[in-house]
């Protein structure tokens, strides 16, 4: 059939019971002893902030249907924020770090926003691009900036409030346990958008922006706030990512960064978020997996995601859900 | 004469040389049918486009319901109460009727995209759009579709269902641009009585190819050839006018 294909936005039990399986495992996995456990826990890091990430991107790309080629820039811009934030012999307070973090994020995402959300599909991808190159420039050509070389997170954020000092970022463990809680935060944040007037109207602009408008909605606004949120979210990764790694550079607002996040999102399933998260996690495995194998790495993965969207071509999810679908029956 | 609602003031539509629509004027009122006609390509789409907002015109005046439309955008000219059909079926295929139905139905109310409550209250729970998008499809004679996927159900359903969406967003000014094309002697028959029965309260523009329609329909008629307009009036008027007899009815109705 002709019809656009439809993405999978409610999920079934039994993928519910799998994701909720897989929350569980990270919840515990710290108190599982294996051997390199510190190198693991800042992996397992990593790979949740680059899904906040990832489900940041599928807020425009499988929700509203506008593919950001550029998504990266707001990603990198937090993280810099944070390292221009933070004071050379003092950390900064993450609680009002990491809110002025993502609406710097936020804010530059709706100045770009305001240029880009007005063109359609491959002119949105290289616009997107575009503006994203600029911001990568902007910062690596400019000393001042840090130049290429980047800059250094001197402290991870103090999370002391109002006189409690519980959580303590500089612990691996507890840094951990922060950024899993915002994960989860974020995607059932996310997960009720989806639903809500908002997250319907952006739906109906992916499916059809022009009968859209002939009932009555300006969706310049809708892809625009779409857009603005999707980058303070981004943001929220980006924070995440600098005081974990304690460094930035303008790789991470890169052509690469972007794209690995569009690959994570298409790999894992679009639309639902909850396939952003499976992407993103599968996508820095299979990466890391290429890399300990060949120096050849990129040639691996690019014919895995050829293959997963030849045999899966609503990500790793879809196909979760024929399998699963079919054991139902 | 009843309310005039909409009316529309020397059209004109240029696509480079070509005048689309060219010096076309159309008075819409509360309660009556005005139905376009015309040969293809006479400029009875474009027309419709013109009026929506979809085009905006070259030259020429829109007033509806009291408020300068001549090109705005679709969105505005739909919030001042214009709800329009299309003639190629454009619907959200992926979703069900009721979703269809349910999305044309929340345009209406007071939204803003910038809103936070709006990004987690629940689309499916806001009790005034459920009911205008039960009336619509009950309406339409849709309601037992309700659940079903819109890209499955069937053309004629389909285009019930265009007529459902456009009546969701509670329109006082109908653009009907061929609601019967396609659609089985049964299904035409139904639909015809559907446009009776929205006859009332509203002011409609009824773009139709299907001539037994027409004329069982329309208080008043035009007929466009090439972008103009060569007959207007009552279908008695425009049936004995012998311009219109030679251009167009007479070669169908021969």
């Known amino acids: 059939m002709s019809s656009p294909k439809a993405t999978l936005e409610l999920l079934p039990k039994s993928m519910q019971v799998l994701l909720g399986t897989g929350a569980l495992a990270l919840a515990v996995f710290p108190f599982v002893p294996v051997e390199g456990s510190a190198f693991y826990l800042q992996m397992l890091s990593q790979m949740m902030i680059l899904a906040i990430f990832a489900m940041s991107l599928d807020l425009l790309q499988g929700v509203t249907g506008m593919v950001s080629l550029g998504h990266a820039a707001y990603f990198g811009l937090a993280g810099y924020a944070l390292a221009f934030l933070t004071p050379a012999d003092t950390p900064i307070s993450l609680w009002w770090a990491l809110p002025a973090s993502a609406l710097g994020a936020g804010l530059a995402a709706l100045i770009i926003g305001f240029f880009v959300v007005r063109t359609h599909g491959i002119y949105f991808i290289m616009v997107t691009m575009a503006f994203a190159q600029m911001v990568f420039f902007l910062f690596f050509d400019n000393k001042a900036l840090g130049g290429s070389d980047g800059l250094y997170v001197n402290f991870r954020p103090d999370a002391t409030l109002f006189g409690w000092t519980g959580i303590d970022l500089e612990n691996k463990t507890t840094f951990y346990y922060f950024t899993l809680a915002v994960l989860v935060l974020v995607y059932a944040f996310l997960r009720r958008l989806l639903f809500s007037p908002f997250g319907r109207v952006l739906s109906g602009i992916r499916v059809n922006e022009h009968r859209m408008r002939a009932v009555g909605y300006g969706t310049f606004g809708y892809k625009l706030a779409a857009f603005t949120l999707a980058g303070s979210l981004a943001g929220v990764a980006g924070f995440l990512w600098a005081a974990q790694t304690g460094y930035v550079n303008p790789e991470l607002m890169g052509f690469h960064m972007s794209a690995h996040a569009i690959m994570m999102v298409i790999l894992g399933g679009m639309g639902n978020f909850a396939g952003a998260i499976v992407g993103a996690f599968a996508f820095e495995y299979v990466m890391h997996f290429f890399k300990d194998l060949t120096k050849h790495w990129q040639l691996l993965m690019g014919g895995f995601i050829v293959l997963v969207v030849v045999l899966a071509p609503r990500g790793l999810l879809g196909l979760g859900e024929r399998l699963l679908g079919k054991k139902e029956h | ?254």
């Open chain 2, 1 to 254: 004469m009843s309310e005039l609602l909409l009316s529309a003031q020397h059209l004109t539509k240029r696509f480079g040389g070509l005048a689309a629509v060219n010096d076309v004027s159309v008075d819409l009122f509360r309660d009556r049918i005005h139905a376009v006609i015309g040969p293809n390509g006479a400029g009875k789409s474009t027309l419709t486009n013109l009026l929506s907002g979809d085009l905006p015109p070259t030259s020429g005046r829109i007033t509806l319901n009291g408020v300068e439309t001549a090109g705005q955008s679709p969105e505005r000219i739909s919030r001042l109460g214009l709800g329009r059909s299309y003639q190629k079926t454009n619907i959200f295929l992926p979703f069900t009727v009721w979703d269809n139905v349910r999305l044309a139905a929340q345009s209406s109310e007071r939204h803003s995209p910038w809103n936070p409550l709006r990004w987690l209250g629940r689309a499916d729970q806001l009790r005034a759009v459920n009911q205008r998008c039960e009336r619509a499809l009950e309406l339409a004679g849709l309601t037992h579709r309700g659940p079903t996927v819109a890209g499955t159900i069937s053309h004629g359903e389909q285009r019930q269902l265009e007529i459902a969406m456009t009546l969701a967003t509670e329109p006082t000014v109908l653009l009907l641009d061929e609601p019967l094309a396609g659609m089985g002697q049964a299904e035409a028959e139904s639909m015809v009585a559907l446009l009776l029965k929205l006859k009332k309260n509203h002011a409609m523009m009824l773009v139709e190819h299907d001539m037994d329609a027409v004329f069982a329909l329309a208080d008043q008629l035009t007929v466009m050839v090439n972008g103009q307009v060569i007959a207007s009036g009552t279908p008695a008027q425009v049936r004995a006018d012998p311009v219109v007899q030679a251009a167009y009815l007479g070669e169908e109705h021969a």
